[in-house]
């Protein structure tokens, strides 16, 4: 079975300051996708993020980067240089592709906040 | 462009009413799905649809059904409605490609009393 952690309910950071978000999941598929989405208080979910299984590089985009370790399944977030836009809940999800073809799971999230 | 909508936006229901939500995606993907948003629970996977023609259960399918109408629409039915499923209720769908992530809906924000 698939499963999503995220130990941090909640985090604070001062504004330009990096910040790690932490993500650890758990799957029997050898081919997996991991995603990081952004949910400020509207509502809409942003998309920030991707790493592949078989990706050898840390995926980055702009101010997100991810640790992904696999051997350890963890995939955290770390934003650079944080601004007050980025106060929000952050998802980490996960996506099968082959046992769970295409099924996409969440974690329970993390609320960050930036101080200015 | 539209993206990917659902209707309604609010529903207040009472107990044992039936209710059917509506998301349409206009993007050609193949993949939709359904979630519901509780505080402090992330996004839990109700049902899913990787192709037209096929549905599978996610982490939480008790109490709904669900109809991949065509490649364009993936509907969530409460056949009776409880108080355990008032929630806000995402539809999303996504490319039939592993790296594509998923377009959400705004949400459906459902009261039962």
């Known amino acids: 079975a698939q499963k999503i952690t995220q130990t941090q309910p909640g985090m604070f950071v001062q504004e330009k300051e990096a910040v790690t978000l932490d993500c650890t999941y758990d799957?029997?598929?050898?081919?997996?996708?991991l995603f990081w989405y952004k949910q400020p208080s509207s509502g809409e979910m942003i998309f920030l993020i991707y790493?592949?299984?078989?990706?050898?590089q840390n995926a980055t985009e702009g101010r997100y980067s991810l640790n992904f370790q696999k051997a350890r399944k963890s995939a955290n977030l770390v934003i650079s240089a944080s601004q007050l836009g980025d106060s929000a809940m952050y998802f980490c999800?996960?996506?099968?592709?082959?046992?769970?073809?295409?099924?996409?799971?969440f974690g329970p999230g993390t609320s960050l906040s930036v101080i200015p | 462009n539209a993206g990917v909508t659902q209707t309604p936006k609010f529903q207040v229901l009472k107990t044992g009413q039936s209710m059917t939500l509506q998301c349409a995606q206009d993007?050609?993907?193949?993949?939709m799905y359904w979630y519901r948003q509780d505080p402090g629970m992330g996004l839990r996977l109700i049902y899913y649809s990787a192709s037209e023609g096929t549905t599978d259960k996610g982490e939480v399918p008790n109490g709904y059904n669900v109809s991949r109408l065509n490649k364009r629409e993936f509907s969530l039915r409460l056949e009776s409605a409880a108080p355990s499923q008032t929630s806000v209720y995402f539809c999303a769908s996504s490319a039939y490609r592993d790296n594509q992530p998923q377009h959400f809906g705004d949400g459906t924000r459902l009261s039962i009393l």
């Open positions: 993007m050609n993907h193949n993949s």
């Open positions: 999800a996960m996506r099968g592709m082959k046992t769970s073809y295409d099924k996409v799971i």
């Open positions: 790493q592949g299984s078989y990706d050898e």
């Open positions: 799957t029997s598929d050898q081919s997996y996708g």
